[in-house]
């Protein structure tokens, strides 16, 4: 998977029909573009514009009838929640469709850097997996996520959909040694203030993103991201014993842009706010 994104990309919402209504971009996300749109109840025809990722889109609420012209003829499949349609780096669909619901369109556009080779059209994937994808990704964008939880959520997609087009074999990698987990969990350990990226945590073991992921989660039996969760709340839970510093100035040495974001993790981890932990303690 490459990490940059073109600017095809970034311009290929002027081709829809829709109101874009959230975008990536705004949140410094750069290893993929992610932007959600309220789409119109019915279409003409229309052509989208090419870009040199994979367009991956995802039906987020309604349900429509959605046709594909292919030569002289139109393809149809039905849309509900959880409904993707793909379109492979440089290509186009000439595209129309009706609302069959009185609930509002609203749909997610993804698109990822990734290995061209591999990558297909379809009008209709109804896949359980890019489902769930496609609604965290939605949260993730809804409350402002850092990169590092979306990334993980794409690498997974794309192994997914790699596999799906079964052209590449998916090589199993190596375990992680414990020399290389340790190197990993220390760079973890001295930069917990910071917004880490996969790729960097990839390089300290010199594998791929989507390797390490695999490689972290069958060594320690979490993702990186919880991993790095756990890390920041234990931190977390010893500066408030300290009282030395405020909930905002921990909240921010640990990661956490917001007071708000902090006190909903340090919850769901110990069952208590920072305050009420700090009083208790």
Known sequence: MRADISESSRLAGRALPSKRLLCSETLGWQSMLARTYHDPAVTEEFTT??????????????????ESRKGRGWHRANYRPGSAG??????VSVLRWQSTSAQP?????????????WAFDSLL?????VAAAGKALKRALDESAPEY??????QMLVAHLMYTANKKPVVEPLPIG????????EYMRARLAEDIRLDELAAQVNVS???????????TGQTP???LTGLRMTRAAEMLQDNEKTVLQVAIACGYRSPGQFAAAFRRRYGVSPTEFRNFG
């Open 49 to 66: 514009a090419p870009s040199s990722e994979l367009t991956l889109v995802i039906a987020l609420t309604g349900t429509m009838q959605i």
């Open 86 to 91: 793909l379109t492979a780096p440089g290509n």
């Open 105 to 117: 369109l609203e749909s997610l556009h993804l698109h990822l850097p990734v290995d061209e080779y």
């Open 125 to 129: 994937l109804d896949d359980p997996l």
């Open 149 to 154: 939880y979306a990334e993980s959520i794409t």
């Open 178 to 185: 414990p020399s290389g987990l340790d190197q990993v969990t």
């Open 209 to 219: 993103k989507y390797h390490f992921l695999r490689m972290f989660t069958r060594a």
């Open 225 to 227: 991201h919880r991993y």
